[in-house]
Nanobody
Framework: VQLQASGGGLVQTGGSLRLSCAAS????????MGWFRQAPGKEREFVAG????????YYADSVKGRFTIARDNAKSTAYLQMNSLKPEDTAVYSC??????????????????WGKGTQVTVSS
């Protein structure tokens, strides 16, 4: 599967952005999807993950209550709605896919397919 993330940009503190991850192929529904981010000088970290059907979601503590992950299997697209953004959310955000069963969702090593990231910058 090929992934393409989009929707990043520059936003003020407290603002919102919605990221999209479009996938190629007809098997999108067989992949667990995850969003990760990498800030300058830091390691890539887990942000959110969603099960095949969308019925199960997981979030990093740092974004819980502010970010929402979703997917539309008919459109082969995953989303990350980001609200109440903070300067510390500034990073390159990437989407990823895995077929590992059972998935941990947060383990970066489980993800086999990665899309090119999209920059999110939150100004103070």
């Amino acid at each position: 599967v090929q992934l393409q993330a989009s929707g990043g940009g520059l936003v003020q503190t407290g603002g919102s952005l919605r990221l999209s991850c479009a996938a190629s192929g007809r098997t999108f529904g067989s992949y667990v999807m995850g969003w990760f981010r990498q800030a300058p000088g830091k390691e890539r970290e887990f942000v959110a993950g969603i099960s095949w059907s969308g019925g199960t979601t997981y979030y990093a503590d740092s974004v819980k209550g502010r970010f929402t992950i979703a997917r539309d299997n008919a459109k082969s697209t995953a989303y990350l709605q980001m609200n109440s953004l903070k300067p510390e959310d500034t990073a390159v955000y990437s989407c990823a896919a895995t077929r590992v069963v059972p998935p941990s969702y947060y383990n970066i090593d489980e993800y086999d397919y990665w899309g090119k990231g999209t920059q999110v910058t939150v100004s103070s």
